[in-house]
């Protein structure tokens, strides 16, 4: 039986689009968009900070020095400010607040760096939730058993009463690979509805 629900936070919960962020921070020129996608969101630095190697102050100086002087203010404003203005995915609050009114437990279990409670505390999402864990914080980064293993041992939850929701089949095969139940989240309310109810879960 389903008693706990735990979901990734970006592109499930909160949008995570590093084309839209450049948008919004006026980076049009594609090239220059190029530049600042291989050398910030998909840097192995960026990783490092969701393992809590690196800090995004640590981090700034080493992208900075890769990008063209032209884009250093945009990438320094990107990577403190990439959240704001947050934006949800559509839906999922409403959700998140029927499943925690359903009477299951509501976790979070997040690669994001240490940065991560300055954005997501002040978010209405955050109070239905009863634990969150951060990769950072433990150093561990999904698909790795270990978080998984790490997460049920830090909230006392059983793993075949989790169900986990990730926009990545890898994370979500890492959970199921550890004896939790897993939904691929494709950005269908709908359809992670349907699934969930396949599951026995109950609104």
């Given at each position: 039986?389903?008693?706990?629900?735990?979901?990734?936070?970006?592109?499930?919960?909160?949008?995570?689009?590093?084309?839209?962020?450049?948008?919004?921070?006026?980076?049009?020129?594609?090239?220059?968009?190029?530049?600042?996608?291989?050398?910030?969101?998909?840097?192995?630095?960026?990783?490092?900070?969701?393992?809590?190697?690196?800090?995004?102050?640590?981090?700034?100086?080493?992208?900075?020095?890769?990008?063209?002087?032209?884009?250093?203010?945009?990438?320094?404003?990107?990577?403190?400010?990439?959240?704001?203005?947050?934006?949800?995915?559509?839906?999922?609050?409403?959700?998140?607040?029927?499943?925690?009114?359903?009477?299951?437990?509501?976790?979070?279990?997040?690669?994001?760096?240490?940065?991560?409670?300055?954005?997501?505390?002040?978010?209405?999402?955050?109070?239905?939730?009863?634990?969150?864990?951060?990769?950072?914080?433990?150093?561990?980064?999904?698909?790795?058993?270990?978080?998984?293993?790490?997460?049920?041992?830090?909230?006392?939850?059983?793993?075949?009463?989790?169900?986990?929701?990730?926009?990545?089949p890898l994370?979500?095969?890492?959970?199921?690979?550890?004896?939790w139940r897993?939904?691929?989240?494709?950005?269908?309310?709908?359809?992670?509805?349907?699934?969930?109810k396949e599951?026995?879960?109950?609104?």
């Amino acid at each position: 039986m389903i008693r706990n629900i735990v979901f990734d936070m970006g592109n499930v919960l909160v949008k995570f689009d590093p084309e839209m962020f450049m948008t919004r921070e006026g980076i049009l020129d594609p090239t220059d968009r190029q530049i600042v996608s291989r050398e910030l969101f998909k840097s192995v630095e960026w990783v490092q900070m969701d393992m809590g190697v690196l800090t995004e102050d640590q981090l700034e100086p080493m992208v900075l020095a890769r990008v063209p002087e032209r884009l250093r203010s945009h990438v320094c404003h990107l990577l403190h400010h990439w959240s704001e203005p947050r934006e949800m995915v559509p839906g999922m609050e409403d959700q998140v607040r029927r499943l925690k009114d359903a009477g299951y437990g509501i976790y979070l279990l997040s690669n994001a760096s240490v940065s991560q409670p300055r954005y997501w505390d002040p978010m209405p999402i955050s109070r239905y939730f009863d634990g969150t864990m951060i990769s950072a914080f433990v150093r561990i980064v999904k698909p790795n058993p270990a978080i998984y293993r790490l997460f049920t041992e830090e909230f006392r939850l059983e793993e075949a009463e989790c169900v986990f929701i990730d926009d990545f089949p890898l994370n979500v095969a890492g959970a199921v690979s550890c004896g939790w139940r897993g939904i691929v989240f494709h950005g269908d309310v709908a359809e992670l509805e349907k699934k969930l109810k396949e599951l026995g879960v109950r609104y």
